[in-house]
């Protein structure tokens, strides 16, 4: 597959654990911050959005928490599964516009 | 319904020569994206495509050009290719009824520079 995580930090938990994973934004203007998974060989894939007047928002074993006190957003997953083995990204949007800023990314390893 | 599709998958160009990269959106995405992820620089932003115009653009030197077709296609062209170019280029379109950011990515086309 691609490899797109030869310099990202890593993030390396057992199977049942609950992972956090972590990021600092750029733009305090920025409406939506999202959170994107990249699998080896695909491209990143859409797992949670929360908009900036909100500071939680829960999905499918999926939260995300939003501080913009320090620009700081942070993804947890419950119950960390093989599957979710991946690199995650954060991403910032302006209401309006497709364009997507992303950071740089985490790369997670869930061991069996 | 087909997601993203990239063309090629694979490419190894020599410095000097231009490349022509093609992505299919989902049926109905009119909105085409294209993004240059590297391991240095991570997932940037080349440009959006809209009803075939150009509606934003990145950071990216003038040798960096695309375009939209009338079935929303796109094919992103790089020019006088540099070893620094070597990446993996991701298309991705949206939903015009859906969240503009929910991009949905194509496999990507890893172009290397030699």
């Known amino acids: 597959g691609e490899s797109v995580g030869l310099h990202l930090p890593t993030l390396s938990v057992q199977e049942g654990d609950n992972s956090i994973i972590n990021c600092a934004y750029s733009n305090s203007a920025s409406d939506y911050f999202i959170w994107y998974k990249q699998e080896s060989g695909k491209g990143p894939q859409f797992i949670i959005d929360i908009r900036s007047n909100m500071d939680k928002r829960q999905g499918q074993r999926v939260t995300v928490l939003l501080n913009k006190t320090v620009k700081h957003l942070s993804l947890q997953i419950a119950a960390t599964q093989p599957g979710d083995s991946a690199v995650y990204f954060c991403?910032?949007?302006?209401?309006?516009?497709?364009?997507?800023?992303f950071g740089k990314g985490t790369m997670l390893l869930v061991s069996p | 319904k087909a997601g993203v599709t990239q063309t090629p998958r694979y490419l190894i160009k020599t410095r000097g020569q231009q490349v022509t990269l093609s992505c299919s959106p989902i049926s109905g995405h009119r909105s085409v994206s294209w993004y240059q992820q590297t391991p240095g620089q991570g997932l940037q932003f080349l440009f959006e495509?809209?009803?075939?115009?150009?509606?934003n653009k990145g950071n990216f030197p003038g040798r960096f050009s695309g375009r939209q077709f009338s079935n929303s296609r796109s094919e992103m062209n790089v020019s006088t290719l540099e070893l620094g170019d070597s990446a993996l280029y991701l298309c991705a379109s949206s939903s015009p009824s859906g969240k503009l950011y929910e991009q949905y990515f194509g496999p990507g086309t890893r172009l290397t520079v030699t």
């Open positions: 495509y809209f009803s075939e115009t150009q509606r």
């Open positions: 991403a910032e949007n302006m209401e309006g516009y497709s364009t997507l800023t």
